[in-house]
């Protein structure tokens, strides 16, 4: 694969054009063009517009020898045994776009619906959907000019692709819906007028080549996989902080015992760990003997040999992250550069039916990564137990307040962590609900036409969900962590750790008493989304994009 998600981002300081072929788009060049503020403009690379026109032709000539073609010169679904004239082609593409626009929910974010364009004009520029360069290029210059179709979140069943969302995408081309331009909402035909864009007239099956494909849930797919990548680090890092606070056994991390089980992913995780801890490769040394012997050969330690599961198995649970998301980068790689609508027309004149806008390799990778992005935060909430619990804090303030002088007026009346605690807890049992397999939803529908159906626009919605829980569930930990290592005292800490702290110091200041903490969850959520994070820590991370 020429990009996967553990693949190093290319730093882009004035971006080139990113021309399109079908079959090199990365997933780092599509989070760049859904997210990036310097977003690359993009085009159609010259190689691509010689198959898309060929195929554009083949169609042409199949219509004009009267052949009955799915989607058209037939109709759609269990309809297409409906024949009609090579001359109500386009007349049909027209109504196919309005009967599909009826999705509802909340309108998809910015950087999805970037996503979701960058990635269905890379599928049609492949070369095999029978639709003009012409198109595709209008498409890329909405993109271009940030002109975005507002399309509901809600509607797909992920086969045949993802018809409602994707014709939200298809009608902003010919003019007709509403768009977010600069800002602000405005009907469609305004906003090209205003980048000077002309409006296209689609020919028979161009309308099909918009909707008929799986880029709606690869745009929420790649950005969540994307994102997951950010939260891995983000548990190892509150991971060695939890250790350091607690004052833990870091040989837990040893490189022996992963070299004895050595999945991937745990070996990536266990050693950023160990080097956020010390800097080194390293585990450092187990807590020594401590305690008197007493007459009858017993000794009561003062420390525990084994730190808890949640520390301890650390790198077990985001190691499983992290080869779900090794595995995920591959599958969405090869999904982001497929033709994946129906019918496909080969150049040489030939027309040939299939099933390629089935969903169910999105939705099996988002499936798997839903469980694992969950597991990963279950277990944040199990050490932010261990660090806010004054049974289990190794003499750590309750709840992390502040210490008080004896007589102190705020004596009593703080409660700290208390509510954080409650609130990690709910997103967990939130983010744990949605793990069910949206895969195993399958629904017959569209007169039994569509019998079986991926689920997969479900599944990466839910993953995106999921992701954005776990985003605070962190944010909420490292804040608490912070606080313990205020406490404890920052000579506990590494020089890595020593630096997120400092970094998460400037948006959350030391909680001196009992205040109102939302805001502070959203900052530091960022931090972890955006990457600051991690850029922040002055280590080799491994298993990440390089540092910036």
């Known amino acids: 694969m020429a990009d996967t998600l553990s693949a190093p981002y290319a730093e882009r300081t004035e971006p080139s054009p990113l021309l399109l072929d079908g079959h090199r788009l990365t997933l780092t060049e599509t989070v760049t063009v859904a997210r ?24 042409d000539d199949l219509i004009a020898a009267g052949v009955p073609i799915y989607g058209v010169t037939a109709g759609f679904g269990d309809s297409n045994t409906r024949q009609i004239h090579g001359v109500k082609g386009a007349a049909l593409q027209q109504n196919l776009l309005r009967f599909l626009n009826c999705g509802t929910g909340d309108a998809a974010a910015q950087d999805v619906t970037r996503a979701t364009l960058l990635i269905r004009a890379n599928c049609l520029a492949r070369g095999y959907s029978a639709i003009r360069p012409r198109v595709v290029e209008l498409l890329l210059d909405c993109l271009n000019h940030d002109i975005l179709p507002i399309i509901p979140e809600r509607g797909s069943v992920g086969a045949s692709g993802d018809l409602v969302p994707l014709s939200y995408v298809a009608r902003m081309l010919t003019g007709e819906g509403e768009v977010l331009h600069a ?35 690869a745009g929420f797919a790649v950005l969540a996989a994307h994102d997951a990548l950010e939260l891995a680090f983000a548990a190892e890092l509150c991971t060695a902080l939890a250790s350091q606070v607690l004052l833990g056994n870091p040989a837990h991390f040893d490189d022996f015992l992963f070299r ?85 027309f ?75 605690q409650i609130s990690a807890s709910s997103l967990v049992a939130e983010a744990l609900r949605w793990t069910t397999p949206a895969t195993s939803f399958s629904r017959s529908t569209e007169a039994h036409n569509q019998d079986k159906v991926s689920m997969g626009t479900i599944a990466a919605r839910d993953a995106r969900s999921i992701v954005e829980l776990a985003q605070e569930v962190v944010a909420i930990h490292l804040i608490a962590l912070c606080q313990a290592a205020d406490l ?61």
């Not at 040999?305 to 591959?330: E, F, K, M, N």
Request: glycine share 12%.
């Open 183 to 217: 800002g602000e909402r405005r009907p469609a035909a305004a906003a090209l007028a205003a980048a000077g864009l002309t409006p296209v007239e689609l020919e028979s099956k161009e309308g099909l080549a918009l909707v008929n494909g799986t880029s709606f849930m």
């Open 346 to 420: 080969h150049p040489e004149g030939r027309v040939l039916n299939g099933g390629n806008f089935y969903g169910g390799h999105v939705g099996q990778v988002m499936d798997s990564l839903k469980i694992a992005v969950a597991s990963v935060a279950d277990m944040l909430d199990r050490q932010l137990e261990l660090v806010v619990d004054e049974k289990f804090n190794n003499g750590l303030t309750p709840n992390l307040i502040p210490r008080y002088e004896a007589g102190s007026w705020d004596s009593g009346l703080h409660h700290g962590f208390k509510g954080m």
């Open 488 to 548: 404890r005292g920052l000579e506990q800490l590494s020089p890595a750790t020593a630096a997120a702290h400092t970094l998460v110091r400037k948006v959350t200041p030391f909680l001196e008493g009992d205040r109102p903490l939302q805001d502070d969850i959203q900052r530091v959520a960022e931090l972890v989304r955006s990457g600051e994070l991690r850029r922040a820590v002055p280590i080799d991370v491994a298993g990440m994009p390089s540092q910036d």
């Open 36 to 59: 990036g503020p310097d977003r690359p403009r993009t085009g159609i690379a010259d190689r691509a517009v010689g198959r898309m026109r060929a195929t554009a032709t083949a169609k």
């Open 260 to 344: 004895q089980k050595p999945h991937e992913g745990v070996l990536t995780s266990a050693r950023n760990v160990r080097v956020l801890l010390d800097g080194g490769e390293s585990a450092g040394g187990a807590p020594g003997a401590d305690g008197e012997w007493a007459g009858d050969g017993y000794r009561q330690l003062e420390r525990p040999i084994q730190d808890r599961y949640s520390i301890r198995c650390a790198p077990h649970v985001v190691g499983a992250l992290r080869d779900t998301l090794t595995w995920a980068g591959q599958m969405l790689e090869i999904e982001v550069n497929s033709s994946n609508d129906n019918p496909l």
